[in-house]
């Protein structure tokens, strides 16, 4: 009966957003076929505004391209491919012309790839993401009022405006949201018993997080034998690798199923669990591709929504791969599974509290010159900062650089800055921006 009001107060609060999810709910009643057949259509409308409206398009698309977007047919091989490199180098030039400048603003990234990105977005991508994420936590059974708990570890998403900040401010707007944010940058032994303690109390419907976070949770809760509430239906793990042995601790600790789901913040809601265990393509939102590059499944996406700023074939920087047949879930929406990518390591301190990747992302946003980074951890005091530069910053950017970290990590942590031609992946083809110490 409460989670019943409170998902009629939400959607009072919220009309835009509900609208959207009603719409979302009903692209789930399509057959396949039907499916496909719109998001074809979808794409021939953005390429033909792209092509019209986006001074980067319009300068690359040919002219059979957009001949055949006008009449409502294109072939997504014949696009050209969009690089993280070419995003960086062409910003302002990939924001569509009719946008409204007041409403559009520059969010970041810090690229679980090692590049640092830049877009733009609004309200109305916003207000979609949060529909869609609604949808996805459906697919576990939850539904709208039942409570939410967030372990976030980027800081810009927990303030007001952020993605998981108070919708409607304290006291009356939190129990109408029915979702907290406990921001999960810094593990120490103090903030997981606070973290699991919460938890017994607010007794959440779904907790959502980083994979690293929910895990670092989920074994404290087991050493410590604090039981966690009957009222957990499902865990989602998000914005990292989730491997089998972290789903498997989760699924031990919170006493309920796990789930994956994929998206970025460029290019959110690409891929959910079902309770079945299948990741689904949200095709009514994306357009998803695999390509077999050197060795490695490479996924391209396209956001079939997104018209301020179109992500035509964006090469995420991500790998996995499509799956043929259909979930016997009855969702039509296609199948996929992600490949051993974003691999994140967490950064110890010299007092043993340890620090997310995440933190390490913001560090740079506002450096426009950087074309990729990583940071490495030598030994309990000493991190490195592998830099491939158009231009070295400032002396007085590293110098501030360098007091952030020890004011915020450790004053005994030093900073080395090296700038370097080429960054080398892993074995596996991989680009790791944060490497931690061997445990």
Known sequence: MIASLRGWLNRRRLPARHALLDRLLVNQALSRRELLDRRATELAALVAHAGANVPYYAARL??????????????????????????????DDLLARDADRVQARIGHTGGSTGQPLAFWYDDAKHELMRAGMMRGYMMSGWRPGQKILNFWGARQD???????????????GDFIAAERTIPAWEYSAANLHAWTRFIQRYRPTLL???ASALTEVARFALAERVAMPT???????TAEVLDDSQ???????????VFNQYGSREVPNIAWECRRGHMHVCADLVWLESRHVDGEDRLLVTSLTNRQMPFIRYDIGDSGRL????????????????????????????DGKRIHPSYFNRLLYGWTRVRQYQWVQRAPDRIDLNLVVDAP????????????????????????????DDIPRTLSGKHRFVIGLPS
């Open 62 to 91: 040919d002219a059979g391209v957009k001949a055949a977007a006008a009449r409502g047919r294109v072939d997504i091989e014949d696009l050209p491919v969009l690089t993280k490199d070419a995003v960086r180098d062409h910003l």
């Open 158 to 172: 927990v303030v007001a405006g952020g993605v998981f900040g108070r919708q409607f401010g304290a006291g009356l």
């Open 208 to 210: 959502q997080g980083y």
């Open 231 to 237: 009222s957990l239906i499902g865990v989602y793990s």
């Open 247 to 257: 789903r498997e601790l989760m699924r031990r600790a919170f006493g309920c199923r």
């Open 323 to 350: 799956l043929d047949g259909e979930c016997d879930c009855g969702s039509p929406f296609p199948l996929m599974e992600m490949g051993m990518c974003r691999r994140n390591d967490l950064i110890r301190a010299g």
């Open 393 to 420: 910053p400032p002396p007085a950017d590293i110098d501030a650089l360098a007091r952030r970290i020890r004011e915020d990590i450790d004053p005994g942590m030093h900073l080395r800055v090296r700038y370097l």
